[in-house]
């Protein structure tokens, strides 16, 4: 929670005069029982209906000036929490877009989400009840006993065993509901994973028939928090009815030992009156002091889970410059990498060479570590063993964002943004021309279909590119990583959704038009990696063979197997 206190030093004023103000409410809260004794004693006893109106008239601008100071009090609060809440959320935001893919992975997508959305609100609802109620409550509580004290102190032996019970109550329904609130959000977390899933995977949903199992398997995760929920409601609910059950218990102890002090001459009929009203005070306080530490609970956990991602390290970044004139662009020696928690090393051994101009091929079956070879080389994780040299520099002594300002990265996902085409494709450089996207259209194929858009570059594109098909989608990844072409090209099997025809017009599009960029392309068709200067064949997450087309063919058993079965699909495709 200390870590997220730096975001209210904007708001320091806010956070003295609003607690100021709710205070001096207090204040004139206390004042009226007083004021009400003296109208019964002195102006009711008397039938002086002129005190009683003149008084009156005292209760009614205690009521005003109290209700313009909690006014006062709800402004600066609201100011107060929704910019700290303003301030959390953008640094959190910052702070997440710092992560690396490690960083990310550990804690997960969803949770991210939830912590930067449901976790924020909470904590801003934390710091805006503080600055109303966290004075006011315990000074009605303090003020009202010592009020009630100075009336009779025989009298307050009530108060003396009433308070005591509440406190106890509200200890044992504290004790058993706040660690459930952390696993509330624990199963919102889960609750959000099938959401951001269901909606990613709309399509294969529908195409599978799995709606009825989905809905199921959601309805069974927020079932969790609505009966996790439900019995915190009903630990909770314990506290009003016992809270009240001793208050009115206690009116009544007060009423009856409160007569007989009135008839013994001890005490009055306002002061009865007035000390019946403090004793509301001060247990209609403590119900709303218990409220709070619910609020406070609920705030303290998910500033925890907030201050978890503010833990994580931001991504590592080196000040040495890629050297753009080494003669080799990329050298991996015996580097060796494995995720968090993953038991054994995804990739291992791994060394290759790769000159400029040059294309690389890396192929494999499912899991044999192809596309964490390639995450390795822009740096998106860091090798546990051995070095990834790129551009005659160390990725982990680089600069990162120099380092993929000279790479351009087409993911095995293509992902497109909200936006126009245009937009689209000035990710990678923001300033590029129309003429130089135009360009980029045509090398990777997607020109002839971009053209002919309603608005062309101005088109807009839905939300993950949903008005595309998978080839068009795949085709515009292609050109924004190509848009001022690059020193490498990252491919992660990125052809795909591309028939053979258009495959075979994007290689040599891509050796025509950028004959100085080095391409590492990943595929499972050995036809796309034909002319590579270079293929490895991954097994297990091990380099079983590299070499050109015609020499693991004839040196490496995997690479031929795969070749051969996707000869016979071929030709089973076109018999």
Not at 361 to 372: A, E, F, P, Q
Request: hydrophobic letters at 45%; one cysteine or more; proline letters at 3%.
């Amino acid at each position: 929670m200390k870590r997220l206190l730096r975001y209210l030093k904007n708001y320091r004023k806010e956070l003295v005069f609003g607690p100021f103000f709710k205070l001096l409410e207090a204040i004139f809260e206390l004042i009226v029982p007083l004021v009400m004794a003296k109208i019964i004693d002195n102006g009711i006893a008397n039938r002086d209906s002129a005190y009683v109106w003149k008084m009156s008239g005292v209760i009614v601008l205690l009521g005003v000036c109290g209700l313009g100071f909690a006014l006062t009090c709800q402004f600066l609060a609201a100011k107060c929490a929704y910019g700290f809440g303003t301030e959390l959320r953008a640094a959190l935001y910052r702070h997440i877009n710092s992560l690396s893919y490690t960083s990310i992975d550990r804690i997960g997508t969803s949770s991210l989400v939830n912590r930067l959305t449901n976790d924020s609100m909470t904590v801003q609802n934390g710091v805006n009840m503080f600055i109303r109620l966290a004075v006011r409550a315990p000074f009605l509580v303090i003020g009202a006993a010592v009020m009630a004290f100075t009336i009779d102190m025989r009298l307050s032996l009530v108060l003396i065993i009433a308070a005591p019970l509440i406190s106890l109550i509200i200890f044992f329904i504290m004790r058993r509901t706040v660690p459930m609130y952390k696993r509330t959000q624990q199963k919102l977390d889960r609750a959000s994973l099938l959401t951001r899933e269901s909606l990613e995977g709309t399509r294969v949903i529908r195409a599978f028939s799995r709606q009825n199992e989905e809905i199921e398997e959601f309805n069974e995760a927020v079932n969790d928090i609505a009966e996790c929920s439900a019995a915190v409601g009903r630990i909770s609910a314990i506290l009003n009815p016992a809270a009240f059950m001793i208050m009115n218990l206690g009116i009544v102890a007060i009423i009856w030992f409160g007569g007989l002090r009135i008839d013994s001459g001890s005490l009055t009929q306002g002061e009865l009156t007035a000390f019946t009203n403090y004793m509301t005070q001060i247990l209609l306080a403590l119900v709303v002091l218990a409220n709070l530490i619910v609020i406070f609970t609920k705030a303290f956990a998910s500033a925890n889970r907030i201050s978890e991602v503010f833990a994580l390290p931001p991504e590592e970044t080196g000040e040495v410059l890629p050297d753009r004139g080494s003669e080799n662009i990329i050298e991996f020696r015996g580097v060796s990498f494995g995720y968090e928690n993953s038991g054994e090393d995804s990739v291992h051994d791994l060394s290759f060479t790769l000159r400029r101009g040059e294309m690389l091929g890396i192929i494999g079956g499912t899991g044999s570590g192809k596309s964490t070879a390639a995450a390795l080389i822009p740096a998106f994780y860091r090798p546990t063993a051995g070095e990834v040299i790129v551009e005659g520099v160390n990725v982990n002594d680089a600069d990162v964002e120099a380092l993929r300002g000279i790479i351009g990265t087409v993911p095995q996902k293509a992902v497109l943004f909200t936006g126009t085409l245009r937009e689209n494709m000035r990710w990678r450089k923001a300033d590029a021309t129309d003429e130089e996207i135009i360009a980029a259209l045509k090398t990777a194929q997607a020109w002839e279909f971009a053209e002919k858009l309603p608005h062309g570059l101005d088109t807009r594109i839905s939300q993950g590119g949903k008005n595309l098909s998978g080839g068009q989608k795949q085709r515009i990844a292609i050109a924004r990583a190509l848009v001022g072409k690059p020193d490498i090209l990252i491919l992660d099997d990125s052809t795909s959704a591309l028939d053979y025809a258009t495959d075979l017009k994007l290689r040599k599009a891509l050796k025509a038009d950028l004959a100085g960029t080095s391409v590492v392309m990943i595929s499972q068709r050995t036809t796309s990696l034909k002319d590579a200067d270079r293929i490895i064949v991954m097994e297990d997450g091990a380099p079983v063979g590299i070499g050109t087309h015609e020499e693991l063919l004839e040196s490496c058993e995997v690479y031929r197997d795969i070749y051969r079965s996707q000869m016979n699909e071929k030709e089973d495709g076109n018999g």
